[in-house]
């Protein structure tokens, strides 16, 4: 009798300060959208997407938490729960990117080495507003030893190969081949939509 493996699930949770594009690159990512009107997120926002690698599918959960400060005692747990941390800042506000090493260290703090952490430099297509250099950010990420990429929500610069990177890094995925990444596609999507989840209660409700 054929038996069926369990789908893969890989946790992600979304770090950096208010208004860098978290939720917009998350948007971007599973809608192909983008809005210009800044909403901030409430609590945690929690969206779930499949993605078939070549011949294996994996299940991203992605955790989107909100910038604000009055939030911040809820972000811990999720760090904890997440395999991936996707750390944003603005390009075009360089103390959006200073606070990337407290988020760095909280992750670490949390997680230590067990944990893929990617830098992420969002609003590259403010290029007159820029304040932090490609370079900078590289260079920073290597330092501290995570993977970096730029991006832009708004024009959908970077989203994909981002997502894909991430993908590549996981456990279990170091075979893929770059070229074959390419065939990857975005199948299926879900989203609890704009709703504060309680971190005693994460994933309760989610049948993902
Ligand atoms: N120009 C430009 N604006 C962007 C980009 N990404 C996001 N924005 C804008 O920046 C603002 C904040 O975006 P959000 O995605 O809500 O930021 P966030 O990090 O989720 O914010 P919090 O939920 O408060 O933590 C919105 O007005 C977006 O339209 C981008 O790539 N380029
Ligand atoms: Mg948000």
């Given amino acids: ?33 983008f809005d210009t009107t800044y ?90 507003k820029r304040q932090v250099s490609i370079e900078e950010g590289d260079s920073k990420a290597r330092e501290l030893g995570v993977m970096f990429i730029e991006t832009s929500a708004k024009a959908g610069f970077n989203i994909k190969p981002l997502f894909r990177k991430i993908a590549a890094a996981l456990p279990g995925m170091g075979s893929l081949s770059s070229t074959k990444q390419d065939d990857m596609v975005d199948v299926n999507l879900k989203s609890s939509g704009n709703s504060y989840q309680n971190p005693d209660q994460k994933g309760g409700g989610c049948a993902c």
């Fill in 1 to 33: 009798m054929a038996t069926v493996s369990p789908l893969a699930k890989y946790k992600l949770v979304f770090l950096g300060d208010q208004s860098v594009g978290k939720t917009s690159i998350i948007t971007r990512f599973m809608y192909d959208k």
């Fill in 39 to 128: 909403q901030a997120t409430i609590g945690i926002d929690f969206l779930s997407k499949t993605m078939y690698l070549e011949d294996r599918t994996v299940r991203l959960q992605l955790w989107d938490t909100a910038g604000q400060e009055r939030f911040r005692s809820l972000i811990p747990s999720y760090i904890r729960d997440s395999s991936v941390a996707v750390i944003a800042y603005d390009v075009a506000n360089r103390q959006s990117f200073l606070n990337t090493s407290k988020w760095i260290e909280e992750v670490r703090t949390e997680r230590g080495t067990d944990v893929i952490i990617v830098l992420v430099g969002n609003k590259t297509d403010l290029v007159d």
